[in-house]
């Protein structure tokens, strides 16, 4: 099993310059894969009529794409690989079937969100939510609520609320109904209240074993020193793999996770989850 997932893993590496699709179903229990990611790959969904869609255009591919900062979003996104097909016609078929589709974009594998950031504010005390108005989160600060304005934010939240770390508090989850890129100049540019800003990775299910991808997210990925795992469920072992399949840690202390990964040297790593519930789960971790 241990040879199987390194197998995947550098298998995923290998196509990170790929060509994709991604779309955002209307609604996750409609047009979600027909079964997880495995050495079979997913090829089709649960909707007949997506799957024409799927089959004209040669989609070989068909998997969940996690790790998008707004709760509602959760399961809604899927990235799909197509073999010699015409990209902007499957978005537009794609997205003439709105029924079952809400988004469509061709992108590059395990790109980040155009929608969504991570953002680590200066001091605990300024550029906290302190409400909406008319759909656009408003903060203590007006300088940052002109740039909410400006792009659309509408969800802003703390990303590790119970985190005991200090660093960690100040990092916050932003949405907006904007291209992310102009809302991270934005930021950047308002050092005196942000201090960081970072696009999320996205998470992807490596192994074959069933799991809820939706009740686990880790961030900020990537990350300088530290990471919070947030999860409704009991982890009872932590390990930690480097690219080339050396086992770093194998612990049931996430605190000694932290160690090893406040020493890591810069570069991609891969983190094996073994829930209470029996279930089993493995992501790419990025050290800046």
């Known amino acids: 099993m241990k040879k199987l997932l ?3 893993l550098f298998s995923n590496i290998g196509f990170t ?4 699709v991604e779309i955002r179903l209307a609604n996750q229990n409609i047009g979600a894969p027909a079964f997880n990611f495995t050495t079979n790959n997913t090829t089709e969904s649960n909707d007949i009529g997506l799957n024409q869609i799927l089959q004209t255009h040669n989609v070989f591919q068909y998997i969940h794409k996690e790790g998008h900062l707004y709760p509602p979003f959760n399961g809604r996104h899927v990235e799909i690989w197509c073999n010699n097909c015409n990209y902007s016609q499957l978005v537009s078929d794609l997205l003439a079937y709105s029924s079952v589709i809400e988004k ?6 395990e790109s980040p969100f155009k929608d969504n950031l991570l953002a680590q504010i200066s001091t605990a005390n300024i550029g906290v939510p302190t409400g909406v108005n008319n759909g656009i989160i408003t903060t203590n600060d007006s300088g940052l609520n002109q740039i909410f304005q400006t792009y659309n934010v509408y969800y802003y939240e703390q990303n590790a609320p119970f985190s005991t770390n200090n660093n960690l508090l100040r990092y916050y989850k932003v949405v907006c109904d904007c291209d992310n890129v102009l809302l991270k100049n934005a930021l950047d540019n308002y050092s005196a209240i942000i201090s960081q800003t970072e696009y999320p990775f996205p998470v992807y ?4 074993t069933e799991f809820e991808k939706n009740k686990i997210s880790i961030s900020p990925n990537p990350f300088s020193s530290d990471f919070d795992i947030q999860t409704e469920e009991t982890i009872l072992n932590y390990s930690l793999v480097d690219i080339s399949g050396k086992l770093l840690i194998a612990t049931t202390s996430k605190n000694e996770l932290d160690t090893i990964a406040s020493q890591l ?15 089993i789960g493995n992501f790419k971790l990025i050290k800046k």
Do not use: M
């Open 6 to 8: 390194l197998i995947l």
């Open 17 to 20: 310059q790929n060509i994709v």
């Open 104 to 109: 469509a974009r061709v992108t590059n594998y």
């Open 205 to 208: 299910l490596l192994k074959t």
């Open 265 to 279: 040297n810069s570069g991609i790593y891969f983190l094996n989850l073994e829930l209470k519930n029996g279930k």
